[in-house]
């Protein structure tokens, strides 16, 4: 597929939200460095703040910013709705009027519909999971459940294991639980007719869940999807995301982290979506102040009126607070010690990757199963336990973690952990690795198949 000869065309369609943009692009990424021409249909609006990459083409689908995108009338669920039909629309006109002939579809699993749309025009597909390969096994188990009782046409609730109380109302014409059950359990409606299912994740980081998984489907993992600086180094200036929803402020925040000591700083971030109460986060303030450590805090702005009084003043030397930062330059400096994060799969893969232990605070949904093999399958860290009375966790329970993780006897277990991942993660995506070998298996599939 060298010089003027033709290039399989693959089309990548992923969800909006920083969550699921970015594992897509770089797996973009990857399949363009093996001679494969890629073309991502994104929103509109995303492509104003992306970061272009050479290597790939973008497509603007769908603009979800004239009219309030998910925050607009309706809710979730209405623009979910819109979207469909819009993007159904647009996706087909793009496919049947592209000049350079489609080849495979890939698309998050989240919009289960468009493999229709890949299967009535011939096209083969492929879902692309942004969750842990346990989330999805949680998710049929918790389907196969509802079907066994009978439950689908009542008004199923999610189990409280979950966290169903700090799931984002999907509309209030929808009820609340019904449609994010309808929402989250869709992405495996349509799943056997995809050719491909693939996962942000590596064979040796979720091995028995894999084969389970793949007694279902054609199951391949092609993670850990972050740039590849921070992995093998194959890709030639693969340094940054390609998308980012809010601007980070890269030198105030490195430019402070050189100061500290190695492995002396807390980092704490609960990602671009979850949202903390008034109570956890006046708890999480004090808890980081009375532990004593240095601490890099992200609190987006809309969240900064639930700190405490003064609390930034009051822990101006010991402790920084920014409303975003860039976390692979932040998880990889030498001076932060331990990531607190909600275990969104994004975050809890980039700290695996790089060799950072955790402390877990998960929120919602599969942010509790990537919490729970953080800290018993894996190994790499604690989940502070919530007090069962007031339902959060107390300044006391985060003040002793943080020194369990920074200073204690479990220090040296936990930080033998994750340099073993870690050395795992680059091994999956290095030539001859787990994922390089799926993904190559899946390159000459298309080539096989144009």
């Not at 793009?94 to 519909?113: E, G, P, R």
């Not at 999805?136 to 459940?145: D, P, R, T, W």
């Amino acid at each position: 597929m060298e010089g003027g000869a033709y290039k399989p065309h693959v089309l990548v369609l992923p969800q909006d939200g920083q969550g699921h943009m970015n594992p897509m692009l770089q797996f973009s990424k990857r399949l363009a460095s093996k001679g494969i021409k890629v073309t991502v249909a994104t929103f509109v609006s995303a492509t104003k703040t992306m970061k272009r990459a050479s290597m790939i083409t973008f497509y603007p689908i769908y603009d979800d910013v004239t009219e309030g995108g998910m925050h607009g009338p309706g809710g979730l669920k209405a623009f979910i709705e819109k979207f469909q039909t819009i993007v159904s629309k647009n996706l087909l006109d793009f496919i049947k009027t592209s000049k350079h002939q489609i080849n495979c579809l890939v698309y998050d699993a989240n919009l289960h519909w468009a493999i229709d749309i890949a299967i009535g025009l011939g096209i083969p597909g492929a879902a692309f999971f942004t969750q842990s390969c346990a989330a999805i096994s949680g998710y049929h188990m918790l389907n196969e459940e509802m079907l066994l009782s009978d439950q689908s046409s009542a008004d199923p609730e999610l189990p409280p294991a979950l966290g169903v109380p700090n799931v984002p109302n999907m509309g209030s014409e929808s009820g609340r639980f019904p449609a994010i059950l309808q929402h989250i359990l869709g992405q495996l409606s349509d799943l056997e007719k995809a050719d491909w299912v693939l996962f942000n994740s590596f064979d040796e980081l979720e091995g028995e869940v894999v084969k389970e998984l793949s007694k279902r489907y054609s199951v391949k993992t092609i993670g850990p999807t972050i740039p590849s600086m921070y992995l093998d180094k194959r890709l030639e200036d693969d340094i940054y995301y390609g998308f980012n929803l809010f601007k980070p402020d890269k030198d105030f925040c490195l430019n402070w982290l050189n100061t500290k000591e190695i492995r002396s700083v807390v980092y704490v971030s609960f990602g671009s979506v979850a949202v903390l109460n008034a109570e956890q986060m006046e708890e999480l303030a004090w808890g980081l102040k009375q532990s004593n450590n240095s601490f890099l805090w992200v609190v987006r702005a809309s969240e900064k009126e639930k700190l405490p009084t003064n609390f930034i003043e009051e822990t101006s030397e010991k402790g920084l607070v920014i409303t975003w930062c860039p976390q692979l330059e932040v998880l990889s400096h030498e001076a932060v010690g331990c990531f607190m994060t909600h275990c969104g799969w994004n975050s809890t893969l980039e700290s695996v990757s790089l060799g950072v232990p955790m402390l877990a605070m998960p929120q919602f949904l599969d942010q509790f199963s990537d919490a729970k093999f953080v800290e018993e399958v894996w190994g790499v860290g604690l989940r502070p336990k919530v007090d069962t009375e007031k339902r959060i966790v107390t300044r006391e329970e985060i003040q002793v973690c943080i020194n369990a993780v920074l200073n204690d006897e479990k220090k040296e277990v936990i930080k033998k952990n994750a340099k073993k991942w870690k050395e795992l993660a680059k091994e999956a995506v290095d030539k001859g690795g787990s994922s390089d070998k799926n993904i190559e298996e899946f390159v000459a599939w298309i080539v096989a198949n144009c």
